[in-house]
Every structure is written in structure tokens, then in C-alpha cells.
């Protein structure tokens, strides 16, 4: 739902629980896309290698590993230009989100499909 709205994202290939079985691939996968930027040059050798890992939001398997990830991780951002859309953290614990009113309402959706009341969302309108 979000993805269209992204044109950067990273996250920290970190949790504070084990990383379930079934993103080990992707937990590799990010470790992977750090070593090669680090071998492009785009990333310092100093860096930590699990943190701040860069995330080719047009790519699909980036974005899948993005999508596995975000929910278990201890920090993934994602970003449109400088404005922020979505940040998750704390290993599945915090999450928000920017949306238009069309996509509240998909989500909404969405969530009542999967028998998540709406009251679960905690909602901010944006000061004017």
C-alpha cells in the first residue's frame, strides 16, 4: 500500500528476538545488499554492517526483503524525498505511518479482513 509512496528506505538488520525461519533468507539477503554497497563504495567499510542498510524500493526483491523484515526489526524507515512516510522499530512494536485519506480507508479495510478492529490504529491528523 505504501510502496508507491517511497522512493528511499533502510533498515537495521537487527532484532531484539531471533529472526523468525521464515525471513532468514532476507536477513541474509540485507547483510548481502551491505557488503555490496560496500564493495560499490557506497558505503564505508566502518559502518556497522547490520545497520542502516539502503533498500532499492523499485526493486522487488529488495522491497520483499523490506516487507519481511520491517516487522521484526529494530529500526526501518522509508521516506519520499525528506518527508518521512513510515517508520517501524522495537522488533515489531512501534509502527507509523503517513497516509493519504484513500489509503486509511484500504487499510481499514484491510485490517477489518483480518479481524483487526479499527480502534487498533491510533490516528493523528496532520497540524495545519
Known amino acids: 500500500m505504501l510502496r508507491s509512496t517511497l522512493d528511499t528506505a ?3 538488520a537487527y532484532s531484539d528476538d531471533a529472526w523468525p525461519p521464515a525471513v532468514l533468507h532476507s536477513y541474509e539477503r540485507a547483510l548481502s545488499l551491505a557488503r555490496q554497497a560496500v564493495a560499490d563504495g557506497a558505503r564505508s567499510r566502518r559502518h556497522d554492517p547490520g545497520m542502516g542498510i539502503d ?4 526493486d522487488d526483491e529488495q522491497f520483499a526483503v523490506l516487507s519481511d523484515l520491517a516487522p521484526c526489526t529494530i529500526n526501518a524507515e522509508g521516506r519520499r524525498g525528506d518527508r ?3 517508520s517501524t522499530s522495537d522488533s515489531g512494536t512501534s509502527l507509523w ?6 489509503q486509511e480507508e484500504e487499510l481499514l479495510v484491510r485490517l477489518n479482513g483480518l479481524g483487526i478492529p479499527s480502534t487498533a490504529l491510533a490516528v493523528r491528523r496532520r497540524e495545519r
Open 10 to 12: 533502510h533498515l537495521d
Open 55 to 58: 533498500i532499492d524500493v523499485r
Open 84 to 86: 518521512p512516510v513510515f
Open 97 to 102: 505511518i503517513t497516509v493519504t485519506r484513500e
